[in-house]
């Protein structure tokens, strides 16, 4: 194991024994438990706002994860309000004036766009409603963010990037980058943290921010970066995430490319996982969704139910915003997915089964990689 894999393995650890621990009514310093006087019930609500579908997480993993959790926390008698902005921040920010308008107990809140969000957040705040930033770390008067460790999620794909490239590493070697949403704070760090890793060892030949993080924008971007450098001159793409990394694959083969520069990627979508198998994306991230939104439900749930011991369990971590400081936080680690470890990743937290992965056409290199 790499001391990278067995830092993140013990910070897996540690965080959901904290977690686990914090389920159990810990005891506080008198004695008496925090769970002894909850301001409210089971029977509460919890509004969701989710970014966008053209990614898969967001309906696939994050919303009926964070559904689930929420009705065992409350004995089933809590209920998630979801709304999906489908990438549209004036429609994120009418579905939360609803939500406002409805006295929902709490809001977790994914922004389509983390600085136009900050008034509802405001007016959320001032209804009495508690607001949790989810994944993309929102402006305003927020009460705790969760999420993952979006730098280290750009380190990760920059040093894979460098991996791939290994025998023949030069800084002419030209990257072409693309990047998310500019209205996703996650894109910028996921950029610096990738940056961080190949500046001084490539040659940035084209950057781009692709809007609304859309595949076929990112395939467009690509396009004009193959026309711009010439396909044969291009040693690997950096793409932030998995989704565009599918974008960028249609460009490239439409160009005539047969044998495809390293792909870079995030999310761990099965499309990406099957590409990965198939030698035609070299890595994605796997970031644990039950672990982000069973801990997001936990937060929610806390927050309304007034046990104060229990979310600070849940949000050890500090992060500052463009507009506040010091927020709770808790930042969940992420690994690298490579070919090598699909087993011990997604087939191993029950993400996917190999049976979903593994189609006629990957069975080969299912086999040599013993996937059953
Ligand atoms: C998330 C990524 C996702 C991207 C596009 C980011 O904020 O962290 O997991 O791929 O948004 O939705």
Redesign the pocket.
Known sequence: MSPRMRRIAISVAVTSMSVMLAGCGALNATGSSDDASPSKGDDITVGLLL??KA?T??EQFDYPIFKTKVESLTNRKGTVEYANAEADAGKQATQMQRMVDQKVDVIVLDAVDSHAIADSVKKAKEAGIPVIAY??LAEGPIDAYI??D?ELVGEVQGRSLLESLREDLSITDKVVMMN??ST?P??KQFKAGALSELKGKVTIAKSYDTKD?KPENAEANMTEAINAIGAENIEAVYS????MAGGIVKALRAAGVTELPPITG??AELAAVQRILAGEQYMSVY?SYPEEAESAAEMAVAKVQGRDIQFDALTRDRVDSPTDRDIPAQLVPVVALTRDNVAETVVADNIYEVSDICTPALKSACAELKLK
């Open positions: 970014p966008e990614n997480r967001y994944d993309r999420s993952f979006n998310g949403s996703d996650n894109a993080w932030a995430n998995d989704g995030q999310d970031k």
